[in-house]
């Protein structure tokens, strides 16, 4: 994705600084800021769906989650954000996550955090066997950061049962 040129990045830099203050409506306030033929820039679509994510907006994330991962399917975050809300929106679900993100862990091998979410997605399906084999997966790449992530992650409550 190309960089944005100030004064547009330093409205994403804030509309992130607002979210992480725990602000959506300012960080969305922030983005509108941008001029209009600016709006659909990657950089600038990225912070949007940040900001759908943090105002927990599943329906809109998940479209425009789609839309970028179907314009940028290189990009890990994206696929991450689209499968998360999906997990979170009308019409989706757990089996509707798992279904996005479970072939990105081929295409993504070097990114833990998706053989973890994977892992969490078949743990909520009751596919105990899988789960452990993915998060093997995770461990293997992400190390002691998938276990302190584990450790806590109410997903994985079954397998800490076994």
């Not at 990657?42 to 809109?60: M, T």
């Not at 839309?67 to 499968?83: I, M, N, R, T």
Request: glycine residues 6%.
């Amino acid at each position: 994705m190309e960089p944005l040129e100030p004064p547009a990045s330093h409205h994403v830099k804030a509309a992130i600084g607002w979210i992480e203050l725990g602000n959506v409506p300012e960080a969305f306030a922030e983005l509108e800021r941008i001029p209009r033929q600016l709006q659909s820039l990657p950089a600038v679509q990225a912070s949007r769906l940040d900001c759908l994510i943090a105002g927990e907006k599943w329906n809109e994330a998940v479209i425009l989650a789609k839309s970028l991962c179907d314009q940028y399917p290189e990009e890990v975050g994206f696929w991450l954000h689209h499968a998360y809300a999906t997990r979170r929106c009308e019409a989706g679900g757990i089996k509707e996550a798992y279904e996005i993100l479970a072939p990105c862990v081929e295409l993504f091998p070097d990114e833990w955090l998706i053989a973890y979410n994977v892992a969490c997605y078949l743990c909520r399906l009751d596919r105990l066997g899988e789960a452990v084999a993915m998060l093997k997966i995770a461990r293997s790449v992400g190390g002691e950061q998938v276990n302190e992530l584990a450790r806590d992650d109410a997903d994985l409550i079954p397998l800490r049962e076994l």
